[in-house]
């Protein structure tokens, strides 16, 4: 399967498979016979269902999960937009190549495998105050970028990104599919001051008022950035290949945000792995009817939150899987 331009990615999306109904079907009666009060495992009995049904068997097993890391640069920074120099997206891929970054910890935590995706880090993205970031030809790049990441024996994918200015990028993309004023969408990222915040409103507002009328894969090319494009390209693969998906913070939600406006529903095979402290990810996640799994108040990025959800994400399906019915362990019912 390929595309070539954006309609072709849109046709894709469009086309994707749905869950499997049976086996849905058949993993809601398991659960509802397993040797516990019904419903008294909360959340975690609809994770356990959710997965199965993307998996297509009742009785799965989380045994391979990935973590894909995508990281791009961003024109932008040179209006100053984060408190950190953009030569960090850089000096970061090598650290997760050396395996010194906090998501390096997580994925290893969760049993994950790691890649690491930088993209023409060299070449920075058009500063989309002034012009799209990317051509369409760059973003269906970036796109084939994280669709071609996919390990297509995953079992459960991550997507995580690096790249210095993104979540002034992040909010932009935000803002356009989902309304409002730049301040509503634009937050402190790395940290940045009164000053800095003041600078990311304003380059948001100039971004949304040149490229804010595209449609929602358009914005994703003139508001967004290699990683951020690489992310939904992920995404997507992992749609067709039925790898339920953990969504990140504010720069991977707005990255499948331009997806869901895109085609509703392109995102049911994903759950929200927690809400960051980043201000607009609680909006963002609301606009997705995404209910976070953890909120541990990170603002990392990398994939970190959804990396930490795994094992999480794994216990839920283990209990699934492994208990016992009423009948085979000769409990009473009610
Ligand atoms: C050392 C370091 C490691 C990071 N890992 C993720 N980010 C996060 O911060 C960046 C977004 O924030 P802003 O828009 O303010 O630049 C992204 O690279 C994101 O992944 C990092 C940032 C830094 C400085
Ligand atoms: O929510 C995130 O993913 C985030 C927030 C701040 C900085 N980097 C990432």
Known sequence: MAFSDLAGFEALLKAAPGPDLEAKAEAEARNAQLTKPAGSLGRLEEIGIWYASWRGAARPKVTRPQVAIFAGNHGVTARGVSAFPAEVTVQMVANFEH??????????????????????????????????????????????????????????LVV?????????????????????????????????????????????????????????????????????????????????????????????????????????????HCLAGHVSAEVAHPAVLRALVKEPLLSMRMRLGEGSGAGLAIPLIRAAVECLSGMATFAEAGVSGK
């Open 160 to 268: 995580g990104e690096m790249g210095i200015g993104n979540t002034t990028s992040a909010a932009a993309i935000a803002n356009a599919l989902f309304g409002g004023t730049a301040a509503d969408w634009v937050g402190r990222g790395t940290g940045v001051d009164d000053a800095g915040l003041k600078i990311k409103e304003e380059v948001c507002a100039a971004g949304v008022a040149l490229h804010g009328d595209k449609t929602p894969l358009e914005i994703l090319a003139a508001l967004g950035g290699r990683e951020v494009a690489a992310m939904a390209g992920g995404i997507a693969r992992a749609r067709h290949l039925r790898i339920p998906v953990v969504l990140d913070g504010f720069i991977c939600c707005a990255a499948a945000a331009t997806l869901e406006r895109a085609v509703p529903g392109a995102l049911d």
């Open 99 to 156: 395996g010194g970054a906090a998501i390096n910890q997580l994925a290893r935590n969760a049993g994950a495998v790691m890649s690491i995706h930088p993209i023409e880090l060299d070449r920075p993205t058009a500063d989309f105050t002034e012009a799209p970031a990317m051509s369409e030809a760059e973003c269906v790049a970036a796109l084939k970028v994280g669709w071609d990441a996919v390990d297509p024996q995953a079992d459960l």
